[in-house]
């Protein structure tokens, strides 16, 4: 592997990381795209590229979730009860739309992955919120509740693991809308961003191993393994950073930027995999 190509993925990892700790973000946003346009350059193949892409990232979330987790669960701000009727469904959501993701193209996963990410971009440009729901007592007492619990987390799961993200776009709002306190709700969703994320790696990388054809340098199922490290390494630190930075920078207009990168990189990946037709004059 090049100095140029280590170079790539630890300025990356940095970018991420910062992005992470200054806007409350997972990195699947910025990762697949840009990751999908560094492995085409690599020569992976248009067949898997994406998959990788996505594995790929998964693997460097379940480092950062991780992390992200124990200091929500230091300032007890995770709801246990939740997560304990919340977590069975978030795995087996993740890692069985794994193999969904492994049996579709790339340009599928792709044209998944922009949708998405359309619908994030437009929640933190504008703001929007989901109501509380006008029946806000929640209690995982009941068995209604718990058996929702269930079919929204596997639901989160699944969706999560098609676009490599921690879950927190989807768990988040959703807690909310139940009547769950928004800090409850941020390191409740947290805490199952972790099993998550090892979940989604496991799957992305066992269904690799499967339905791989090539065997691409570095590449473990569909896990870029040097690029999993080389991000993490240097994400792990730098997030600490941008969280530190929120007190000082416009965060809200920020993020407008950052939702206008995020489709800007969507639309590239879809370029790269010749998704958008490209005008001649």
């Known amino acids: 592997m090049s100095i140029s190509l280590i170079l790539i993925f630890l300025s990356l990892g940095a970018f991420v990381g910062l992005m992470a700790g200054l806007l409350g973000i997972g990195g699947g946003g910025i990762l697949v795209p840009l990751l999908t346009t560094i492995f085409l350059s690599q020569h992976i193949p248009t067949e898997n590229v994406v998959h990788i892409a996505l594995g790929t990232s998964m693997a ?18 995770v709801d ?19 193999f969904i993701a492994a049996m579709v193209s790339s340009k599928v996963l792709a044209i998944f992955f922009v949708c998405f990410m359309a ?11 989901v109501r509380p729901s006008s029946n806000t007592y929640f209690t995982t007492q009941s068995l209604v509740h718990r058996v929702e619990l269930l079919f929204a987390a596997l639901l989160i799961g699944a969706i ?19 009547g769950i306190d928004i800090k409850k709700a941020i390191g409740t969703s947290a805490a199952v961003g972790f099993p998550l994320s090892v979940a989604g790696s496991l ?11 090539s065997n ?12 999993v490290l080389l991000i993490s390494l240097v994400s792990i630190f730098t997030a600490p950073i941008g969280a530190n930075l929120t007190k000082k920078l416009p965060v809200n207009t920020i993020k407008k930027i950052f939702a206008l990168l995020l489709l800007s990189l969507s639309l590239k990946m879809l370029l790269s995999l010749d998704l958008l037709p490209i005008v001649t004059w």
């Open 160 to 178: 999560s693991a098609l676009v490599s993200i921690g879950g927190g776009s989807l768990t988040v709002p959703y807690l909310g809308w139940r």
């Open 119 to 129: 619908y994030v971009s437009m929640q933190m440009m504008f703001k929007l919120q």
């Open 80 to 98: 246990w009860s939740l997560v304990k009727y919340m977590a069975p469904g978030i795995v087996i959501g993740t890692f069985s739309a794994t």
């Open 203 to 213: 799957g992305y990388l066992l269904n690799g191993w499967w339905y791989a054809e």
């Open 216 to 227: 691409t340098p570095f590449v473990f199922g569909f896990i870029h393994l040097p690029a």
């Open 60 to 77: 460097c979330i379940a480092f950062t979730s991780f992390a992200s987790f124990r200091a929500h669960h230091a300032n007890r701000a």
